[in-house]
């Protein structure tokens, strides 16, 4: 059975008292409105540790003031009946007020690694990000923490700043995980109209004419930037805000393709902002 947990103070009692025993402790953070993709981290946290926690807030530090934090879909019934089937142990489901009883008089401030990508369109969201997380690191005093490849400049961010901090936390990345038809699985995705919706599978599909040109053999960045745009141009309505190669982790720009890149897309429909990437080793 599912514990859900509001407090900041029992939670990190709970975690304390099973560290004691030498319990090892799985993380999934989520701002809710789960699905398989959540779904997905769960099922490999429970399999690979003792206890699973996941926690649920929608963190107002990471919405920039024209985003959708008042629409963000919030529907915790379902979301603690969904990680029930998944063998979740905790929710830990905190108010704003109880995550930040008081302004911040310390803040965290993501360098270079956001000054590239989500990070030059959403101003501010990755400073939110790692104040989140490391706060709920240090509630939930996790081993293993959890975190999808589709927000991969996240994941690097994220990982940078266990390293920068010494988090005594191991952070996994998982695959994305898609519809049938190829569209990374998304809480956004709620947002899109009947006719987006049928659209949006051509942010994978323009993804993967990439790689099909890499597998061939083209190395330059920018022409497979062009087969990419040609192919939302023609099949979206979207506004086309980013397509970009970048090296990984260290998400420097990379004119000629070598090492790890990833390609990454962000489209902006009438009412979501759809992100996608494919990690080319
Ligand atoms: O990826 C998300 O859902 C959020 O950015 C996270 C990691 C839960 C922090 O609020």
Redesign the pocket.
């Known amino acids: 059975m599912t514990q859900v947990i509001t407090e900041v103070k029992k939670m990190q009692a709970l975690m304390k008292a099973q560290k004691r025993k030498g319990v090892r402790i799985g993380f999934v953070?989520?701002?809710g409105a789960l699905h398989d993709g959540h779904l997905s981290m769960m099922r490999r946290s429970v399999k690979n540790n003792d206890i699973t926690v996941v926690?649920v807030?929608v963190?107002p530090l990471?919405f920039g003031p024209n985003e959708d934090f008042d629409a963000y879909p919030r529907q915790i019934e379902q979301d603690v009946a969904a990680v029930e089937t998944v063998g979740v142990d905790y929710v830990f489901y905190p108010s704003v007020e109880e995550m930040y009883p008081d302004k911040l008089d310390i803040n965290l401030t993501v360098g270079r690694l956001a000054e590239v990508l989500e990070g030059t369109q959403r101003p501010g969201h990755f400073d939110g990000?790692v104040t989140?997380?490391n706060k709920l690191f240090n509630i939930v005093q996790p081993d293993f923490a959890y975190?999808?490849k589709k927000?991969a400049q996240?994941l690097a961010i994220v990982e940078k700043m266990v390293a920068d901090f010494n988090h005594a936390v191991k952070v996994i990345g998982v695959d994305i995980v898609r519809e049938t038809d190829g569209l990374a699985k998304s809480s956004r995705n709620v947002y899109l109209t009947a006719e987006e919706r049928q659209e949006a599978p051509h942010l994978y599909q323009s993804l993967l004419l990439a790689q099909a040109q890499y597998d061939e053999g083209v190395r330059e960045s920018n022409q497979l930037v062009t087969v990419i745009r040609d192919h939302l141009e023609v099949n979206t309505s979207g506004r086309i805000e980013e397509v970009a190669v970048y090296s990984y982790p260290k998400l420097e720009p990379c004119e000629m393709i070598s090492g790890r890149v990833f390609i990454s897309l962000a489209v902006k429909f009438s009412k979501a902002r759809l992100i996608d990437n494919i990690i080319i080793e």
């Open positions: 953070p989520t701002m926690s807030f963190n990471q990000v989140v997380v975190f999808g927000d996240q």
